[in-house]
Every structure is written in C-alpha cells, then in structure tokens.
C-alpha cells in the first residue's frame, strides 16, 4: 500500500466527494437545497449587496457557473437581484425572506455535520480547518 502522505490529492477529492454527497442529501432533507445553493446563500447573508462576480469569487467558481446558479436561486424565490448603485450594468445580490427561512432551516443539519466532523477529527479539527483554509487559498500564480 501507497503511504498515505503520497496520495493526499486522492484522499482529498474522495473525502470531499463523500462528505459532499452527505452533506446535499442532508441539506435537501432539512432545507430543500444543495450544498452548492447554501453555500452562495450564506456568501449572499454574509454580504449583502454582493455582485454575481463577487459571489463567483467567494464561492471559487466561473462567473458562468454562478449566473446558472443565481438563476435557479432566484427562479426558488430565496435570493432578489437589485440594481447596482453605482454599475448601471451590473446587479447586487439579497437574500429575499424564503432564503433567510432556508438558512435558519438548515442551520441545525449543519451544525449536527461538524460536530460529527469535529468527532472524528477530534483534537486536529481546528488544525485540519486552517489545513484546508491555506490549500483552498493560496496562489497558484497564472492559469
């Protein structure tokens, strides 16, 4: 057998596979949503008046991706768009008062998630979150 530390991408991917497919059935029983639709929620409740490139970035996705995305989130009735203040083409992001009740829905599911994580990451959960955070954003340099 391969030393672990030798297949840590692998690990990664299968571990964030995993963990993603949960997490989607969780939050679709608890909330009706994805993980992919909480996550540009909570970007939206965290800042308000977010543009779509703006949640693009947040989220680590295409600009195209998240127009979809939006979309669908505006189709549910959980997010609005407004018209930019100041970009007379660009639009700003606001969780509307169904997306506000999805949130509170699927707090506690979320909750129940990373404290099973923490569980089984016990002593090293606050260790491995700075891990990811540090992996998730640091520079790759030119694409």
Known sequence: MADPDQRLYFLLQRAAHSLRLDADRRCLAAAGITTAQLGALFAVHDEPGLTQRE????????ESAVTGLVGRLVAAGLIRRQPHPSEHRAVVLELSERGEEVL?????????FNAELHAVLGDDFAATAQALHRLAHRDTGPT
Do not use: N, T, V, Y
């Open 55 to 62: 949640l693009a970035r947040a989220l680590g996705l295409r």
């Open 104 to 112: 509170r829905s699927a707090r506690p599911e979320i909750d129940r």
